[in-house]
């Protein structure tokens, strides 16, 4: 049977074929579909994790209870997860493990674009890299054979394009395989020095052997044309680039074991054609590999090492003229990201800007905070960096200013990694007040569920994370709720906080907007003649509300009826659809 599928619906399907049984995973672009594809599959038992480092462990724990065992991440996921993952290189694995990375070159839902390659090369760790979905299914389904025939956990490398990118891919049925039996074997598993010392030189011999394979391997695969003057080395989605602008003009060695490289088949390869050309997205991985051997390349030279590359960039970078694409004749308006009509957000961060309040930012729906006219968010780092963040900049800050910060978080991102900086927050009393931003699931990865909701990853219940009693517990004794539609509330309770020499939380707590079990209100519109156009209800901007013919305007097709911007009109001018004030 034969499907047009996505790549991360073609990596679960990949895992399922290779005889999965665990997978347990925290949504990030563009890796999320991977594990929301895999847990329609009943034979696998799947997961949402607070965090990557806990889906690295989990999964490693069944890999060494005798099961295969894949966890998935974006590429600042595995920086979380970097913490086992360069000991499970000394570790090895029992039954075979694969761990999931997609990067995602030119942002497009990302704080950075790093290149993972780098980690596999660091934590001496094998990683595969697919060119398209049928690869995303067989690689993934191989990476098993790889992880227990070398002892290893095993990187798959996916990317923006790769993964939400269709192709045909042909199914097969899972072979059944039994479990792998746990035997103690403490000079394996248990990493204090004595035992460590004693597995790094299993480390060394296992990646000579993968680089052995790397020479031999059908992971990487040539493509000779005879006649051909230029050679190009190439992996991932450059290779289809390369193949769309070149077509049989030049050979191709397609690279599918990123790490370790081969070398002689390079050399060999290189041997073949008068001009070498390296072609990849991000850094320079494979043409540094490609020098360090002898061989003369052109590679970022041609190629930027930022953003992605295209078919058109690709053609332009070699001087050759391509139709890359169609643009269109209208010239459209830039849309850039907002909160949604209705976004509970809104109301908490219109206070924030309103008291001239610095915030340090996290990473979520919520940084698009950010953006003008609220303009609400100072600094964005990491998951779970504004609640560090914030007791580092309050330590050190005094006279003005002081006690006029807080640091906003996210539900599923305080549950990932802002608990710890609470517990920084409350050992070393700083006097920090922490806005926990709790719409009740995981928003921007696309309504994930969390430890905060009630509920597991099919949906069905759960234990539910108090986050009240979380904070209380680890020693915060002013936690505030509040509901973010009134702003009297909020401003109210903002600055009682803030007048506070102790460390608090407010919980910022209404649902997604977007959430089906949330029930919306009528649309309001606007009087006209009683609208004033002093443009106030503008300053929470909203995507329904906007100017029309010099009076405010609310757009009956997004409005949600949310209430927050009748509470900014001073001239009583917004009203609902049915005419009544509220």
Request: charged share 20%; aromatic share 6%; net charge neutral.
């Amino acid at each position: 049977m034969k499907k047009l599928l996505i790549g991360n619906e073609a990596v679960a399907r990949g895992l399922y074929e290779g005889g999965c049984r665990f997978i347990s995973s925290y949504p990030g672009t563009p890796s999320t579909e991977i594990t929301e594809f895999a847990a329609k599959n009943d034979e696998i038992y799947c997961e949402w994790a607070p965090n990557e480092k806990v889906a690295c462990e989990a999964a490693f724990g069944a890999s060494l209870g005798g099961v295969r065992a894949a966890c998935a991440m974006k590429h600042v996921g595995l920086n979380v997860a970097a913490d086992p993952l360069f000991t499970l290189s000394y570790t090895g694995v029992n039954a075979g493990m694969v761990i999931c990375v997609a990067d995602d070159p030119a942002m497009h839902s990302s704080q950075n674009e790093q290149d993972s390659r780098h980690y596999a090369i660091a934590a001496k760790v094998p990683m595969l890299e697919p060119a398209d979905s049928s690869e995303a299914l067989e690689f993934s389904k191989r990476a098993f054979l790889l992880s227990e025939e070398y002892d290893t956990p095993v990187l798959l490398r996916m990317c923006t394009r790769i993964a939400h990118a269709q192709s045909i891919v042909g199914f097969s049925e899972p072979l059944p395989l039994p479990d792998k039996k746990y035997t103690k074997n403490p000079e394996k598993y248990i990493m204090m020095p004595a035992y460590a010392k004693k597995r790094h030189p299993f480390v060394e011999k296992r990646m000579n052997d993968l680089r052995a394979l790397a020479e031999t391997s059908d992971f990487n695969k040539e493509e000779i044309h005879e006649g051909a003057q230029i050679g190009v080395i190439t992996s991932g989605t450059a290779y289809q680039y390369i193949k769309e602008v070149l077509g049989d003009s030049a050979s191709i060695l397609k690279i599918g074991l990123v790490n370790p490289l081969p070398v002689e088949r390079i050399k060999n390869f290189a041997k073949k054609v008068k001009r070498v050309i390296v072609c990849e997205e991000l850094d320079g991985v494979i043409e540094t590999h490609c020098r360090s051997i002898g061989i003369e390349v052109e590679g970022k030279s041609l190629f930027s090492q930022i953003g992605e590359l295209s078919q058109s960039s690709v053609a332009a970078s070699l001087g050759i003229k391509h139709q890359g694409g169609y643009s269109l004749d209208e010239n459209l308006p830039v849309r850039p990201p907002v909160m949604c009509a209705g976004c509970p957000h809104r109301g908490m961060y219109y206070t924030l800007a309103k008291n001239k309040v610095t915030v340090i930012g996290d990473i979520g729906c919520y940084t698009l905070g950010a953006q003008a006219p609220l303009c609400a968010v100072d600094t964005t780092l990491c998951m779970g960096a504004s609640v560090s963040g914030i007791h580092g900049f309050n330590k050190v800050q005094s006279g003005e200013g002081s006690g006029k910060t807080v640091a906003v978080i996210g539900d599923s991102t305080f549950i990932h990694s802002g608990v710890t900086g609470l517990i920084n927050i409350s050992y070393n009393n700083s006097a920090s007040t922490v806005v926990i931003l709790d719409n009740s699931i995981t928003g921007m990865t696309g309504h994930q569920q969390n430890p905060t909701t009630g509920y597991n990853i099919k949906g069905d219940p759960a234990t539910k994370i108090d986050l009240e009693t979380l904070c209380r517990a680890v020693g915060i004794n002013s936690v505030r709720v509040v509901d973010p539609y009134d702003l009297d509330e909020c401003d109210r309770v903002l600055k009682e906080e803030l007048a506070k020499d102790e460390p608090s939380v407010i919980i910022s707590r209404r649902p997604c907007v977007l959430l089906k079990y949330v029930k919306t209100g009528d649309p309001f519109v606007v009087s006209g003649d009683k609208c004033r156009s002093c443009k106030m209800c503008l300053k929470l901007g909203c995507p329904a509300i906007s100017m029309k013919n010099g009076k405010a305007h609310v757009d009956p097709t997004l409005c949600v009826g949310c209430g927050v911007c009748v509470q900014l009109c001073k001239f009583d001018a917004i009203h609902n659809s049915g005419g009544s004030m509220r």
